[in-house]
């Protein structure tokens, strides 16, 4: 009788030991425990920590609370502006109602992954290309809103939606590269000729301050031929200014006004000699303008001389 009673007693303490086993949960701090009590959902929520169930009539199903990084795959679409991209994402969500993501939706993960791959396509086609490329800020927001608001009731929060990459057709890439080069070209232009509109400005102040002083001009020439020689080039290249040619030419049109006006009229030429009065006459020939002034030799009396004997 005393061995029954100890048998029954080591095989309830035996049974309790695995009813304790069976009952035991520990909850992670990053987790969430919901009970379903004969299939129906429990109010109250588990904390992380230890806990207790009541075995083979509750079951604990854990949630994990952290943010989920969840890739979109590469979403193919035609834009707003008849472009065919291939753009791909990135999800960053958490559960914020644990029991809502058990009961309300059979997966969450793949009913998030279904709604951003559609809300992806639905971006791509009310864009442009250029707001793909450029605008992404924009399109994340959006593209949070259009995933965030069917995902409430799934107890899942979108955190954030970020477009990873925007792949273009080889042709459309050729042809934006031309586009960028042609426009960088432009621009050089458009520089290069603005360049030569303020030198020339200055240019013209330069040269009309020169004109009042034309020793400027040979004082620049001067300066030119400086720079020249001190890069030790065996070949000395002088520039003449067409200013300076003209100053000279200028100078010598003043010498015989200069004379006419100090010698009054011009003498008349004296009687040719008999010899040359007999000879047929030449034809003239027009006389250049600064041998008027003075007589050749040719034309001078010859001077009278006595011979001593």
């Known amino acids: 009788m005393v061995d029954a009673l100890v048998t029954l007693i080591v ?9 304790m086993l069976a009952a035991a949960r520990v909850v992670k701090q990053y987790e969430r425990g919901v009970v379903f009590r004969l299939g129906r959902l429990r109010s109250d929520i588990r904390g992380p920590g230890f806990t207790m169930i009541a075995p083979f009539v509750d079951r604990l199903q854990k949630v994990n609370m952290q943010i989920v990084t969840m890739p979109v795959p590469a979403q193919e679409g035609i834009t707003r502006d008849n472009v065919t991209v291939r753009v791909d994402a990135v999800v960053y969500f958490k559960v914020v109602d644990a ?7 059979e997966d969450y993960r793949f009913a998030v992954s279904q ?36 995902a409430i009731g799934w107890g ?10 925007v792949s273009l057709p080889e042709t459309m890439k050729r042809s934006m590269a031309r586009q960028a080069e042609a426009d960088r070209e432009r621009r050089a232009r458009v520089i290069n000729a603005d360049a030569e509109l303020q030198a020339s400005k200055k240019l013209a102040e330069a ?8 020793s400027a001009l040979q004082l620049r020439l001067l300066q030119t031929v400086m720079a020249v020689a001190a890069e030790k080039n065996s070949t000395l ?9 003209r100053f000279l030419e200028k100078g010598q049109q003043e010498i ?11 003498a008349a030429a004296p009687a040719a000699a008999p010899e040359r009065e007999a000879a047929p006459a030449q034809p003239t020939q027009p006389a250049q ?21």
């Open 207 to 214: 040269a009309a301050q020169m004109a009042d002083t034309p």
């Open 115 to 150: 709604m951003a791959q559609t809300s992806l396509r639905s971006i791509i086609g009310k864009s442009d290309l250029d707001d793909l490329l450029s605008n992404r800020e924009k399109l994340n927001q959006g593209l949070e809103l259009m995933i965030d608001s069917p």
């Open 256 to 266: 015989p006004a200069a004379a006419r006006t100090e010698g009054g009229a011009p």
């Open 156 to 165: 899942v929060h979108i955190d954030r939606v970020e477009i990873k990459d």
């Open 289 to 309: 303008p600064a041998r008027q002034a003075m007589p050749t030799l040719t034309e001078r009396e010859p001077e009278p001389h006595s011979v001593e004997r």
């Open 11 to 19: 095989v309830l303490a035996c049974l309790g030991a695995l009813g």
């Open 99 to 105: 029991a809502e993501a058990l009961v309300a939706v």
């Open 237 to 245: 290249v002088l520039p003449i200014p067409v200013e300076l040619l």
